[in-house]
């Protein structure tokens, strides 16, 4: 039963919804979710529309718990005036009704206030409504383009999508049922002690001025100091991160231990702002510890006279001494709770400005599925320069027609990788123009256009999850039998039968390490074919597709790779000449143009680029060193 009531709680709010469903819908139509808004403010007001309903009945419990406190204490003196106008015999049938109603308060109201907060905050905000928050800055960030995480680091980013959902669901809890409590038990206590005295509430209202004076005044350099270590946190876990990702290089070439202080440079950083932090923090406590002392002094002081005077009974001292000393214990944990305020809206301004930055490779509002019937490309005038003024690729057209096989050749940089990137849009060209039967590429949906597009990169990536979830990442609805078909057509089967990852599991449930460090190059290689070939695109790119492969290896699935190409249109580059040879036509790229095109036999009789870069592979650059 109680699991049921706790289940009832917990589905209040969905943990993966995306906001307003009419503005989404609307924004999936042009290409993209609905952008999050750009300020801490207005960012925080987003998600808390999304759970209105919850965060008022938190307002609501916090208000309560602020009455019921500040009713506890003025109980205080209510019984100690009923002791002293009663005889223990008498107690009872003389006060009754005030004593039954302390306890209902304190057993019933108290509880069920208490209890309602609780349910609130731990079973409808923190797990689904924070999780809700880092969801959407997760699907944000995923509509970002390529160029979006070349330059930052994967770490940091991932820091930010988990920090701020905790920072802005804080916030606001602390916002609707710390703060609005605390408010709420001075606001009556200023009632509760201008009833006994108004010398006391005048005091308490003095009081409460420099408090929310200190609150103004010193608690932005707080808010400054948390946003900055908000950030330094980030890159000290971004270079972290980015140490463990690229271990081996570190082992194999940091003998000086450059990257310990790379690091620690990193860490100093974050270490320098915190003490400036927790400077301002020293500054506030020991402000608020003053001003509390004076407080506290004053009220009794007033208290003790009242009462000697005659005007005040011993319950309203009681009561007056008992909710300052309860206002001195709240003002400093109020004021720590205000210090998690201020650090978690610099943490959500420093997240903002990663999490809504707005993509800049979008599909438009009228974009349509790509259909593919022939699998003809056609690059017409292609303008890339990265953003530069020049370089790269410069008014380049080819033409690959339906079925065709085509090498790209050429040195490093000559523009072969990002002429495929283009293709995959990966990168938006900056002139011209990139057709698939006819259709323009930019006029189709990006998830459409890489639907029909199979790739093989020289750096194969691979998820740290189970070979089988690897190999059918293209098809997650593949049946087993199809997955093994494909790993065997790459020559993977026998290997992938000898693995066995640290938690047991064997086989195709072997899971492969981040990025598949636990294969070595060549097997990783062998599995993205077997994805590629499981996917079975009509349009294929081979990027040094079997550069990782040892000879022996390569010959065994190269007659898999041409069942894989027959019927295709396909693109293949390629360093090592000899496996494009073959090819229908072979294109050389220099400096972004093209300078040669035709078969392997035309291009090497005509001794130019190619003719050279073959000589140097078959021999020629060998025998030249061995003249030297």
Not at 228 to 233: I, L, Q, V
Not at 393 to 406: A, F, Q, W, Y
Request: charged letters at 20%; a neutral charge; hydrophobic letters at 50%.
């Amino acid at each position: 039963m109680i699991d049921r009531l706790l289940r009832r709680f917990e589905n209040v709010i969905d943990p993966f919804g995306d906001g307003d469903a009419a503005s989404n819908t609307r924004a999936r139509r042009i290409g993209a979710l609905e952008s999050l808004p750009g300020t801490a403010n207005r960012f925080i007001l987003y998600f808390a529309a999304q759970a209105k309903w919850p965060l008022f009945g938190l307002l609501a419990t916090g208000g309560l718990t602020g009455l019921v406190e500040a009713l506890l204490y003025s109980g205080v003196g209510w019984v100690v005036d009923a002791l002293e106008s009663s005889t223990p015999q008498t107690l009872l049938s003389d006060h009754f009704w005030l004593l039954a109603g302390l306890l209902a308060l304190t057993l019933v109201l108290r509880s069920l206030v208490l209890l309602s907060g609780a349910l609130i905050e731990e079973q409808v905000i923190v797990p689904s409504f924070y999780n809700r928050i880092r969801w959407q800055a997760y699907r944000r960030l995923m509509e970002q383009p390529y160029t979006f995480f070349q330059n930052d680091f994967a770490g940091r980013i991932a820091q930010k999508v988990m920090q701020v959902g905790e920072a802005v669901g804080d916030f606001i809890v602390t916002l609707l049922q710390t703060f609005w409590s605390f408010v709420t038990f001075v606001i009556l206590s200023v009632t509760i002690l201008g009833a006994i005295d108004p010398w006391m509430a005048l005091v308490l209202g003095v009081w409460a001025l420099g408090y929310a004076w200190i609150v103004w005044r010193l608690l932005p350099q707080i808010r400054r100091w948390g946003r900055a270590a908000a950030d330094a946190r980030s890159v000290v876990s971004g270079r972290v991160v980015d140490s463990f990702t690229n271990i081996l290089s570190v082992k194999l070439f940091d003998a000086s231990r450059h990257e310990d202080e790379y690091v620690r440079a990193g860490f100093r950083e974050n270490v320098d702002v915190v003490r400036r932090l927790t400077r301002a923090l020293t500054g506030v406590r020991t402000a608020v510890n003053v001003l509390n002392g004076l407080m506290i002094s004053v009220v009794g002081a007033l208290a003790v006279h009242s009462w000697a005077n005659g005007s005040i009974s011993s319950g309203a001292v009681a009561t007056a001494l008992g909710l300052v000393l309860r206002l001195n214990q709240m003002s400093g944990w109020m004021m720590f709770n205000i210090n998690g305020l201020v650090r978690n809206f610099g943490t959500v301004q420093d997240a903002v400005a990663t999490v809504t930055v707005a993509p800049t490779l979008l599909d438009r509002p009228d974009a349509r599925d790509l259909a593919v019937s022939r699998g003809e490309i056609r690059f017409e005038k292609v303008v890339f320069h990265y953003g530069k003024e020049s370089g790269v690729i410069d008014d380049l057209s080819i033409t690959v027609r339906p079925g065709e096989k085509i090498g790209l050749v050429g040195r490093s940089g000559a523009g072969k990788t990002t002429l495929v990137n283009l293709l995959l849009r990966l990168y938006d060209v900056e002139g011209g123009r990139i057709l698939i039967d006819g259709q323009d590429i930019a006029a189709v949906t990006q998830a459409s256009l890489r639907a029909t597009i199979g790739v093989v990169t020289q750096d194969t990536s691979l998820l740290h999850r189970s070979i089988r979830d690897n190999i059918a990442y293209g098809r997650p609805d593949a049946e087993d039998d199809e997955v093994l078909a494909a790993a065997r057509r790459a020559n993977a089967e026998d290997f992938i039968e000898s693995l066995r990852d640290p938690r047991g599991r064997e086989g195709f449930e072997a899971h492969v390490g981040e990025r598949g460090i636990k294969l070595s190059g060549g097997q990783r290689q062998r599995i993205a074919i077997a994805r590629v070939l499981l996917k079975d695109a009509p349009i294929l790119i081979l990027d040094e597709a079997t550069s990782a492969l040892d000879s022996e290896v390569e010959a065994a699935i190269q007659e898999n790779l041409a069942a894989m190409m027959a019927g295709k249109t396909v693109i293949a580059i390629a360093h090592r000449l000899s496996t494009i040879a073959s090819l229908d036509r072979l294109i050389v790229l220099d400096a972004g143009r093209i300078v040669e095109e035709g078969t392997h036999a035309q291009l090497v009789a005509r001794g130019g680029l190619y003719a050279d870069l073959w000589a140097r592979q078959s021999g020629g650059f060998l025998h030249e060193e061995a003249a030297q």
